[in-house]
T-cell receptor
């Protein structure tokens, strides 16, 4: 059974640019949630999508957005990048709140 | 709102000694509780989880945790530490107050150091 696939693994962007990260969940899982991990703030919940609808959103500015496609794959987008957006972005796939499987993450560096 | 507190950002134990990582939570509804481990430059791997039923939960790599509702705790233990256990450990809670899968709230993490 394939796990959660996040692409790309590493990314370097310049301040002001925008970036799109991708997450392919485990087959059959309809929920995808996104998290930002930084040394200072730890792991913070960004948003959660279920059947193409955003059901929950964390306390992040509107520059952070996402979407989910009919095949449950999800993308998150960050516009007008800031240095503070440098982080490991993790997505998690779940079939219910009883289990979350994480991908290996995308390491974003903003220079 | 749910929250998780992990006592001790760093814990150091000798190889072969007991590992105890502490986690306390707050939740307005019966929680689902998780422990994850993270190795450098990797994602999170599930060690164990409590949903319902037996309060003593056994996980991978010899870890176990006990859900104590009266103490709102979910401490992680391992009888004998191994060098390969050195990693970052995260406690997380999901209370699903919105119904279904609503994401996880994490503690700040505990860095486990194993002394030879």
């Amino acid at each position: 059974k394939a796990g959660v696939t996040q692409t790309p693994r590493y990314l370097i962007k310049t301040r002001g640019q925008q970036v799109t990260l991708s997450c392919s969940p485990i087959s059959g899982h309809r929920s995808v949630s996104w998290y930002q991990q930084t040394p200072g703030q730890g792991l913070q919940f960004l948003f959660e999508y279920f059947s193409e609808t955003q059901r929950n959103k964390g306390n992040f500015p509107g520059r952070f957005s996402g979407r989910q496609f009919s095949n449950s794959r999800s993308e998150m987008n960050v516009s007008t990048l800031e240095l503070g957006d440098s982080a490991l972005y993790l997505c998690a796939s779940s079939a219910s709140r009883a289990g979350y499987t994480f991908g290996s993450g995308t390491r974003l560096t903003v220079v | 709102a749910q929250s998780v507190t992990q006592l001790g950002s760093h814990v150091s134990v000798s190889e072969g000694a007991l590992v105890l990582l502490r986690c306390n939570y707050s939740s307005s509804v019966p929680p689902y509780l998780f422990w994850y481990v993270q190795y450098p430059n990797q994602g999170l791997q599930l060690l164990l989880k409590y949903t319902t039923g037996a309060t003593l939960v056994k996980g991978i790599n010899g870890f176990e945790a006990e859900f104590k509702k009266s103490e709102t705790s979910f401490h992680l233990t391992k009888p004998s530490a191994h060098m390969s256990d050195a990693a970052e450990y995260f406690c997380a809670v999901s209370d699903g107050t919105g119904g279904g899968a609503d994401g996880l709230t994490f503690g700040k993490g505990t860095h486990l150091i194993i002394q030879p």
